[in-house]
């Protein structure tokens, strides 16, 4: 008797049937992510194109289930980085009857994803002066040097002394008097509401 040998058979993709099922209903499951600007037959189409790239990038496939995870494993990637890009990029509606404004005056009103300084600035501004000069020291960078370096010791022959505080340490740097000032309670006081 002779062995039969049993013969590979050639496995062709479809894109109907398990692998549309299965793609409508992520669609569904994360369409809220993403419904600000694709429509679900968008996404769909989405879908399809993901499936066509798949089967022309892994011809060699030959099982189903790898097939199809590698289509899932593409698909909700996509989706992910469809998410990702409809919160980044948003759309901007200028009203055009108002025609003195320039482009850099719409850009400046603009208030969410863009750097708005303004919140910034009224809480520098409204800053003790203490604090002021703590904060300009910070971004001087004759000063800025200082901040990198080591916390003294309060013995410095002592390895096991303690150190200076952190407030000891900014007075020092600032030159104010620690025993007077207490930067750290003002940066807390001061910022801390804010937040």
């Known amino acids: 008797m002779s062995k039969v040998k049993r013969q590979r058979l050639d496995f062709v993709p479809e894109f109907d049937g398990a692998i549309s099922g299965w793609a409508v209903n992520h669609i ?3 369409y809220w992510r993403v419904a600000s600007r694709y429509e679900f037959q968008d ?15 892994y011809p060699h496939v030959n099982n189903p289930a790898q097939f199809f995870s590698l289509f899932r494993t593409t698909f909700i990637n996509h989706i992910h980085d469809l998410a990702i890009n409809s919160m980044t990029e948003r759309d901007l509606v200028v009203d055009v009857s108002d025609e ?15 750097p708005n300084a ?78």
């Open 28 to 30: 569904k499951r994360n």
């Open 43 to 57: 996404l769909i189409q989405e879908a399809w194109i993901i499936f066509d790239r798949t089967r022309d990038h």
């Open 100 to 114: 003195d404004l320039s482009f850099e005056d719409i850009l400046s009103n603009i208030v969410g994803d863009s």
């Open 118 to 195: 303004g919140f910034a600035n009224v809480l520098f501004s409204q800053a003790p002066q203490e604090l002021k000069l703590l904060l300009h020291s910070m971004l001087d960078d004759a000063k800025r040097g200082l901040f990198r370096q080591k916390m003294k010791r309060l013995d410095p022959g002592h390895r096991l002394s303690e150190r200076e505080t952190t407030n000891e340490y900014w007075c020092r740097i600032v030159g104010l008097d620690a025993t007077k000032v207490d930067l750290v309670d003002m940066l807390n006081e001061h910022f801390g509401e804010a937040a």
